[in-house]
């Protein structure tokens, strides 16, 4: 069974910049298209920032120019850098991948614990 392991969030003032890590544990073969969504108290799950297998990126509105989502293949994980971070990025951040190649086949839906990220203004 494949995991998803997600590292890096902390407290951090208005301003600063995070960089999130999340990490394929387990026999991996491939990973399709992987994201990072959010989610605050009391709103629902929203994709920050998403990337597909051959790097093409996609931003929400509210994060362009500030965040910026890579992937290291050979190392199975995928990062988010959070740059000029606001009050309202506070958040439990995920890491999804849409499906995993494994040894026992394809895993789909694949989603990490989170990690917490709060910003003080």
């Known amino acids: 069974q494949v995991q998803l392991v997600e590292s890096g969030g902390d407290l951090v003032q208005a301003g600063g910049s995070l960089r999130l890590s999340c990490v394929a544990s387990g026999r991996v073969l491939s990973i399709n298209n992987m994201g990072w969504y959010r989610q605050a108290p009391g709103k629902q799950r929203e994709l920050v920032a998403s990337?597909?297998?051959?790097?093409?990126?996609s931003y929400a509105d509210s994060v362009l120019g500030r965040f910026t989502i890579s992937t290291d293949n050979a190392k199975k994980t995928v990062y988010l850098q959070m740059n000029s971070l606001k009050a309202e990025d506070t958040a439990v951040y995920y890491c999804?991948?849409?499906?995993?190649?494994?040894?026992?086949?394809?895993?789909?839906?694949?989603w990490g614990q989170g990690t917490q990220v709060t910003v003080s203004s």
């Open positions: 999804n991948a849409d499906k995993i190649l494994t040894v026992r086949g394809w895993q789909y839906d694949c």
């Open positions: 990337i597909t297998r051959v790097g093409a990126t």
